[in-house]
């Protein structure tokens, strides 16, 4: 027994198709790596970079703030230059300044602070004072 007939020859509600990709996706490291490094390449656009890839500003300034924590790698041939390094022989500014202390060393400038590291200085130190300075500026 048939309780409900169905009318074809009269027009029906609206149907719509979505296609692309649902809105919970799962993106691999590599992939946001990728995606991140593109945003910070000359003269990139967030916003732009987020379209092309389907996903909001805001989820991948997410991934950049992820990215600055040290929480997400960026591929290496990719990675942006923050901080460019000049480097110098500090004997020719001391024998302006005084006499020569003979051992090397490093200085670095940020946002008009300077950072002196003597060799032989413990790496994991310098870095953390790097990501404090970096932070305040």
């Known amino acids: ?7 074809t020859s009269r027009p029906r509600g609206r149907v719509e198709v979505q296609v692309g990709a649902g809105r919970r996706r799962r993106w691999s490291a590599e992939a946001k790596g ?6 910070y390449g000359p003269g990139a656009v967030v916003s732009d970079v987020a379209r092309r890839h389907d996903i909001s500003p805001q989820h991948l300034f997410a991934w950049r703030k992820a990215a600055r924590a040290g929480l997400l790698a960026l ?16 004997r020719d ?7 020569a202390q003979g051992c090397a060393s490093i ?10 590291a003597p060799a032989g200085i413990d790496a994991c130190w310098l870095g953390d004072v ?7 500026t």
């Open 1 to 7: 027994m048939v309780d409900h007939m169905v009318d």
């Open 130 to 136: 790097l990501r404090a300075l970096k932070a305040t």
């Open 34 to 39: 990728r995606i991140v490094a593109e945003s």
């Open 93 to 99: 500014r001391a024998t302006a300044a005084g006499p």
């Open 75 to 90: 591929p290496a041939e990719q990675a942006p230059l923050f901080v460019p390094v000049v480097s110098e022989l500090l």
């Open 107 to 116: 200085t670095i400038e940020i946002a008009g602070t300077t950072v002196c």
